[in-house]
């Protein structure tokens, strides 16, 4: 049974960057898309980037972490990446990794379809 654990989180202050990792066991995410959601007190969860099985690769990020936030996949390591640079305050939330047997293109707006997610790990950014 695929399983996903998060970590990485933490405080930041504006402007910095952290690393999130999201560790699969169980399964080999090779035919896997991941995607990465966050959630920020009183708001909605919201997709934040997507990154398609081994075969493809491909990305997708929301326009709000464009350019900011970069996906990235270790295959021997099983583990998927959310490099998060030039924090803001409008970043802080809980931060979600979930997975989707799924070779076509990754999904950043089909929440629903992700069937494994992880426990989550808190991201503050504040000074």
């Known amino acids: 049974q695929l399983q996903l654990v998060e970590s990485g989180g933490g405080l930041v202050q504006p402007g910095g960057s952290l690393r999130l990792s999201c560790a699969a066991s169980g399964v080999t995410l090779d035919n896997y898309a991941i995607g990465w959601f966050r959630q920020a007190p009183g708001r909605e969860r919201e997709g934040v980037s997507c990154?398609?099985?081994?075969?493809?690769?491909?990305?997708d990020y929301a326009d709000s972490v464009k350019d900011r936030f970069t996906i990235s996949r270790d295959n021997a390591k099983n583990t998927i990446y959310l490099d998060m640079d030039s924090l803001s305050a409008e970043d802080t939330g809980v931060y979600y990794c979930?997975?989707?047997?799924?070779?076509?293109?990754?999904?950043?707006?089909?929440?629903?379809?992700?069937?494994?997610w992880g426990q989550g790990t808190q991201v503050t950014v504040s000074s």
């Open positions: 979930a997975a989707e047997f799924w070779l076509g293109r990754c999904d950043l707006n089909g929440m629903s379809r992700y069937e494994a």
């Open positions: 990154i398609s099985s081994r075969g493809s690769g491909s990305t």
